[in-house]
């Protein structure tokens, strides 16, 4: 299956719903294939606990799962949007949000996807650190590529990511209440450049980043069952022409 992230490159909303190739159709698809793959796998797990590969894939495609869901929701709040339509916002905020609350709680739960824990298997040296910057965060050798994430981690999602997405919800909805449904680039952009700086420039406080305390199947499992739902949710509503 090929992986997906939150796709925050350059969010402006798209009156298609599509995503290049893959739009929310095949997304749901994708999410009740992986939902029916990972029960599967926690079927298995009292032969398969203790494994390392084990709970590497449990969170490695529950990541995954919760990605392709955030992703629907987020093309719904762009539908939502385009058509004016602020109590649909606003739910598809909450379900934004709620996904991705969970995707931090399953990133969180392995010491390979923490910025924190890798710098210190690394070491706080200068290798550590360009690892933590470059190597984890934005591949800083692709020339004229400023905002690409090299890996999904815990502490990018938590204090890059989700600033980035906070903006642009605000930003939609200041729209929203001026009777626009059309956005700027260039107005997004200005948002996002400030928090990339500061990312790179100042980080996080690790003590703000608190890890799951139980294990990778315990958290694959609660994520699971509370998500299920998600899979029911419609998603296929048109879109008011623009005037």
Same mark, same amino acid.
């Given at each position: 299956?090929?992986?997906?992230?939150?796709?925050?490159?350059?969010?402006?909303?798209?009156?298609?719903?599509?995503?290049? *190739?893959?739009?929310? +159709? #095949?997304?749901?698809?994708?999410?009740?294939? /992986? &939902?029916?793959?990972?029960?599967? !796998?926690?079927?298995?797990?009292?032969?398969?606990?203790?494994?390392?590969?084990?709970?590497?894939?449990?969170?490695?495609?529950?990541?995954?799962?919760?990605?392709?869901?955030?992703?629907?929701?987020?093309?719904?709040?762009?539908?939502?949007?385009?058509?004016?339509?602020? *109590?649909?916002?606003? +739910? #598809?905020?909450?379900?934004?949000?709620?996904? /991705? &609350?969970?995707?931090?709680?399953? !990133?969180?739960?392995?010491?390979?996807?923490?910025?924190?824990?890798?710098?210190?298997?690394?070491?706080?040296?200068?290798?550590?650190?360009?690892?933590?910057?470059?190597?984890?965060?934005?591949?800083?050798?692709?020339?004229?590529?400023?905002?690409?994430?090299?890996?999904?981690?815990?502490?990018?999602?938590?204090?890059?990511?989700?600033?980035?997405?906070?903006?642009?919800?605000?930003?939609?909805?200041?729209?929203?209440?001026?009777?626009?449904?059309?956005?700027?680039?260039?107005?997004?952009?200005?948002?996002?450049?400030?928090?990339?700086?500061?990312?790179?420039?100042?980080?996080?406080?690790?003590?703000?980043?608190?890890?799951?305390?139980?294990?990778?199947?315990?958290?694959?499992?609660?994520?699971?069952?509370?998500?299920?739902?998600?899979?029911?949710?419609?998603?296929?509503?048109?879109?008011?022409?623009?005037?």
């Amino acid at each position: 299956l090929p992986q997906h992230r939150p796709y925050l490159e350059n969010w402006a909303p798209r009156r298609d719903l599509s995503w290049g *190739k893959k739009g929310p +159709a #095949e997304a749901m698809r994708t999410a009740k294939v /992986l &939902d029916g793959f990972l029960r599967a !796998l926690l079927d298995e797990k009292d032969k398969l606990t203790g494994r390392k590969v084990y709970s590497n894939d449990l969170v490695d495609f529950t990541r995954q799962y919760l990605t392709e869901l955030a992703n629907v929701r987020r093309m719904c709040l762009d539908r939502a949007f385009m058509n004016g339509d602020r *109590k649909r916002f606003e +739910a #598809e905020v909450k379900n934004l949000n709620t996904l /991705l &609350d969970e995707l931090q709680m399953v !990133l969180s739960s392995r010491w390979e996807y923490r910025v924190t824990d890798m710098v210190k298997f690394r070491g706080e040296t200068d290798r550590g650190r360009s690892f933590r910057d470059g190597g984890l965060t934005f591949a800083v050798s692709i020339p004229g590529i400023i905002d690409y994430q090299a890996r999904d981690m815990y502490e990018l999602l938590k204090f890059y990511q989700r600033p980035r997405i906070d903006a642009y919800i605000t930003y939609l909805r200041q729209r929203m209440a001026e009777g626009i449904t059309t956005a700027s680039t260039d107005e997004l952009n200005a948002l996002y450049r400030p928090i990339e700086i500061h990312w790179v420039e100042k980080g996080y406080d690790p003590a703000q980043a608190p890890s799951y305390k139980g294990t990778s199947v315990e958290v694959c499992r609660q994520v699971i069952e509370r998500t299920a739902y998600f899979l029911k949710l419609p998603w296929a509503t048109k879109t008011t022409p623009p005037k």
